[in-house]
């Protein structure tokens, strides 16, 4: 898969060209870039409220997203940038949390300022972004875990999208929410420039992975507490752009809590949600820019 300078600006340039995800052009961010969705996992069998659909105008999925206040979500750097590596007017960005259904169902909000790390637009590292809504969302936000999961800990992957790991391979990405359940590894198993200092490397094979649209979608951990949010996925383990064949790189969200804080005023570690029958929980009740970090 590509490296990360050229992940930059999925939802940039697919906003502005209005390219649906699914189709094989919107498997690329217009530099060659590959998104990443959920291959081999299942339809969400409950909805999380924290979960959510960064999309264009017109509606289209460009990125998974996560609420982390009531004002605030946690998504990819690169999600906020576009072809030139400059920040996306966030007039054309907004969100859908709460439902499982990308379309429809949920809270639909705007975007009105989106911050992305400063090391992410100078060299490429520091994968992450804070979107700042225009208006505060009635959902329970995603709570940020204390500390970065050691290798052999389970994560749950969220994301929307295709479902096979080749680029091109499905007409149409799915509707409704995907799931998957993955593992740490250590850091040996990942390449791609990958920094264990704030980057998190999740296993996958082809069968089963992060691949093509589910950029800045959660890894999520059951702390004992609940569920906790530990990464936001950035890119594949190595150069090859067959998902799986590599692991998948996240970032480790835990590793931005300074950052976080500057931008949100610390309001970004919400509550998390009541936990589900699997101890995962279910549902509860003007310009861009960047920050130091």
């Known amino acids: 898969m590509p490296s990360r300078r050229m992940l930059a600006a999925i939802i940039g340039a697919a906003a502005l060209a209005v390219i649906p995800v699914g189709v094989a052009s919107a498997g690329t961010n217009g530099t060659g870039a590959v998104q990443t969705f959920i291959v081999g996992g299942k339809k969400a069998p409950q909805t999380f409220s924290f979960m959510g659909s960064l999309q264009n105008r017109q509606g289209d999925h460009m990125c998974g997203t996560t609420l982390i206040s009531a004002e605030w979500a946690v998504t990819a750097g690169h999600c906020a940038l576009d072809d030139d590596n400059q920040p996306v007017d966030p007039a054309l960005m907004k969100v859908r949390f709460g439902s499982n259904d990308r379309s429809t169902g949920g809270e639909l909000v705007g975007v009105s300022d989106a911050v992305v790390n400063p090391a992410f637009v100078s060299d490429g590292t520091h994968d992450i972004a804070l979107l700042h809504l225009n208006r505060p969302v009635s959902l329970a936000p995603a709570r940020i875990a204390t500390s970065s999961p050691r290798p052999g800990t389970t994560v749950r992957l969220l994301g929307w999208g295709q479902t096979c790991p080749q680029p091109g391979c499905q007409q149409d990405a799915p509707r409704l929410l995907q799931q998957l359940d993955r593992r740490v590894l250590t850091s ?106």
Request: hydrophobic letters at 25%.
């Open 188 to 293: 040996a198993k990942c390449r791609a420039g990958f920094d264990p200092s704030f980057e998190l490397c999740i296993s996958g094979t082809p069968a089963r992975t992060a691949c093509f649209g589910d950029s800045g979608g959660p890894a999520l951990v059951n702390d004992g507490s609940g569920l906790a949010l530990v990464g936001a996925t950035s890119r594949g383990g190595n150069d090859n752009p067959v998902c799986g064949t590599g692991n998948a790189i996240y970032t480790d969200v835990t590793a931005f809590r300074d950052f976080i804080d500057q931008v949100t005023g610390g309001e970004g570690s919400g509550q998390g949600p009541d936990r589900g029958s699997d101890g995962y929980p279910g549902r509860a009740g003007t310009g861009s820019s960047t920050t130091g970090s």
